[in-house]
């Protein structure tokens, strides 16, 4: 995996900013817009090299996010445990739900769909359709 501290290495402004935009767009079309590129500018960089700096920026972005995040997990945890305590009825249902769903999975819902088609289809092929369901449509 590339350092983060080498990824603009060697690089222009330019080509900084593209790598940066190119990182939180889904296309090349899509970051140059951002950039006020040209196309034609593209074409005449390294485009693979370009682009792969771009994901070694975005995947060195998204571990750094997900480090920040479980860092937080146990205080996150913590603060939806204190919310059974609270005096607000409505903290303390939702607290509890939301412990119990994440702990136990959430209740499945049974649904109880009633038809009254037969349960049985007929598919014929090749035939015309009968003249009453034409007039029925």
Request: hydrophobic fraction near 35%; charged fraction near 35%; glycine fraction near 6%.
């Amino acid at each position: 995996m590339t350092e983060i501290n080498t990824i603009f290495d060697g690089l222009d402004s330019r080509e900084v900013d593209y790598v940066q935009a190119r990182a939180n767009a889904v296309s090349d079309a899509e970051a140059l817009r951002v950039c006020g590129f040209s196309r034609g500018w593209l074409n005449s960089h390294d485009k693979d090299d370009l682009n792969d700096r771009a994901m070694a920026f975005k995947t060195d972005n998204v571990l750094k996010a997900q480090i920040i995040l479980d860092q937080a997990v146990e205080l996150a945890a913590k603060i939806k445990v204190e919310g059974l305590q609270s005096r607000n009825e409505r903290i303390k249902q939702d607290s509890s739900s939301e412990i119990m769903d994440r702990r136990m999975g959430k209740p499945t819902q049974n649904v109880n769909q009633k038809t009254e088609h037969s349960g049985s289809l007929d598919i014929v092929f090749g035939e015309p359709i009968p003249k009453r369901m034409k007039d029925e449509d």
